[in-house]
């Protein structure tokens, strides 16, 4: 053996109770060097998983409004499924614009509905364009643009065309509209 071992055990002979407190020394040193490295990681682990919780709190405590606008949504949806236009329904699609003639008093001169174009299978909507000509008095004629307007179909106006003409009642105005009605293809 060498000398410096024979001399580490003469020591422990002589005291012992200093080899053991060496050793626990060392074994406590070791067990607390692993055990902050574990801290360490549970407190990394702790910290995700209380910020995941306070995510699903916020998540929780906005359920409610989350389902109320849910169901404003499902009811905005079943509105416009109710009142889409379907491009087969002719006599359907021109009632609509007639009676918005009889709630307005207007002439509707021309109504027709023009031929659209041809739907994709992934549409889930389609246009259906008409065009109108009407006359009337200046008060008439917004009255029905305002009643199209907020109307329950829903449409868009592609173009128009207003245009002064004379007749034994007073001065009318004459609209050439385009509009394109939303439906089912």
């Not at 574990?38 to 409004?65: C, F, I, K, V």
Request: hydrophobic share 40%; proline share 3%.
């Amino acid at each position: 053996m060498s000398a410096l071992l024979q001399q580490i055990l003469a020591l422990a002979r002589r005291s012992p109770l200093a080899v053991i407190c060496t050793i626990l020394f060392v074994l406590f040193g070791v067990a607390d060097y692993f055990l902050w490295k574990r801290r360490d990681e549970l407190a990394e682990r702790y910290e995700r998983t209380h910020q995941e919780g306070e995510a699903m709190m916020l998540s929780l405590n906005g359920q409610p409004r989350v389902t109320a606008q849910f169901a404003t949504i499902e009811e905005a949806v079943a509105y416009i499924d109710k009142n889409l236009a379907a491009e087969s329904d002719l006599a359907g699609n021109q009632d609509y614009f007639f009676q918005i003639e009889k709630s307005t008093k207007i002439h509707l001169v021309n109504l027709s509905q023009l031929s659209s174009q041809p739907s994709t299978e992934d549409e889930a909507f389609h246009a259906i364009p008409f065009s109108l000509r009407l006359t009337g008095s200046y008060a008439q004629v917004l009255d029905f643009l305002h009643q199209l307007e907020t109307g329950p179909r829903l449409l868009r106006v592609k173009n128009y065309r207003f245009s002064q003409s004379e007749s034994a009642s007073g001065e009318n105005l004459s609209l050439d509209l385009t509009v394109e009605l939303l439906g089912r293809p």
